[in-house]
């Protein structure tokens, strides 16, 4: 691997990393406060951080299982919010029942 693709393989990886924290947070805020405008922006940086590891498999010198790795946590990148969300609505809805 050049310096230059080291480089280039980083930034790309930072930003895929910036996108799913985006996802994440933009869809529980927007999801908790009803707003649509922000689980949509969420939705958007999903697709962002998907299309950064489609370019990180593509582009990158980096050996087949790490790119296979890459675009797997991207798709599994769409399910961690949804679930984490219900399940703490859930933990929460039943210590109000039983307070």
Not at 15 to 30: E, F, I, N
Not at 44 to 51: E, I, R
């Amino acid at each position: 691997m050049t310096p230059d693709a080291l480089i280039t393989t980083t930034v790309l990886m930072g930003l895929l990393v910036l996108a799913g924290g985006a996802w994440a947070v933009l869809y529980c805020v927007g999801r908790m406060r009803a707003r649509g405008a922000l689980v949509r922006a969420g939705i958007a940086s999903y697709g962002v951080a998907l299309a950064l590891a489609l370019v990180i498999a593509v582009v990158s010198p980096l050996d087949f299982g790490w790119k296979l790795l890459i675009v797997a946590s991207a798709l599994a990148y769409a399910a961690i919010p949804p679930i984490t969300l219900r399940y703490l609505e859930r933990m929460h809805s039943d210590e109000e029942a039983h307070s």
